[in-house]
């Protein structure tokens, strides 16, 4: 059980496109998604916690206007890099937490890798 | 400030010893731990929790909890190659919607 679903897993595209990244609940229902962006060799950073019907919550220096999210169902959160740039090229990570149960872990997608030729 | 730290490692065993991973955490209201693995160029993994004091084990995996000491370890037994990853101890801390991460414990098993 617990299983999140994240597509695409890679993305190789032109500078100034924009990128569509899904994360899915598979099987439990999850009010809260988290994004999180990893360089190489480096550590988790947490982006955004996506809230299902409501604003997203960014940390501090994300641009809210160039990583757009929407959690439009219990299932379903979108993250889209705008006009994205070689410098936004990272691994993205998704992850959700069962809603309901604050003690329970977050469960992770597989990723997705973008590069932005 | 929640902060939960690890050693950056890399910490080297070699094949068939055990790999002991140390993780502190500063709030003292913390109520759940976890310990994730995450592969090169992968995301993380969940392989253990632990929501009380004491050991919990889990095949070769044991997770070990202190909170008076605000402490939390896992040891791998028997570590084999394929256990070379990098460690996050997460916590989760009453109020906060999502975990927080450690940087990670890069292990290594020698063959």
């Known amino acids: 059980g617990a299983v999140v679903s994240q597509h695409p897993s890679r993305v190789i595209c032109k500078s100034g496109t924009s990128v569509k990244i899904e994360c899915r609940s598979l099987?439990?229902?999850?009010?809260?998604m988290f994004w999180y962006r990893q360089f190489p060799k480096q550590s988790l950073m947490l982006m955004a916690t996506?809230?299902?019907?409501?604003?997203?919550?960014?940390e501090q220096g994300v641009e809210k206007d160039k990583f757009l999210i929407n959690h439009a169902s219990l299932t379903l959160s979108t993250l889209t890099v705008t006009s994205a740039h070689p410098e936004d090229s990272s691994f993205y990570i998704c992850?959700?937490?069962?809603?309901?149960?604050?003690?329970?872990?977050?469960?992770f997608g597989d990723g997705t890798r973008l590069s932005i030729l | 400030q929640k902060e939960v730290e690890q050693n950056s490692g890399p910490l080297s065993v070699p094949e068939g010893a055990i790999a002991s991973l140390n993780c502190t955490y500063s709030?003292?209201?913390?109520?759940?731990f976890f310990w994730y693995r995450q592969y090169s160029g992968k995301s993380p993994e969940l392989i253990m929790s632990?929501?009380?004091?004491g050991d919990k084990e889990d095949g070769r995996f044991t997770a070990q909890l202190n909170k008076a000491s605000q402490y939390v370890s896992l040891l791998i037994r028997d570590s084999q190659p394929s256990d070379s990853a990098t460690y996050l101890c997460?916590?989760?801390?009453?109020?906060?919607?999502?975990?927080?991460f450690g940087k990670g414990t890069m292990l290594l098993v020698s063959p």
């Open positions: 997460a916590v989760n801390i009453p109020g906060y919607s999502t975990l927080t």
């Open positions: 992850s959700a937490r069962e809603s309901g149960y604050s003690n329970q872990p977050q469960h």
């Open positions: 996506s809230n299902e019907g409501s604003k997203a919550t960014y």
């Open positions: 709030d003292r209201v913390s109520q759940s």
């Open positions: 099987d439990f229902q999850a009010t809260t």
């Open positions: 632990i929501y009380s004091n």
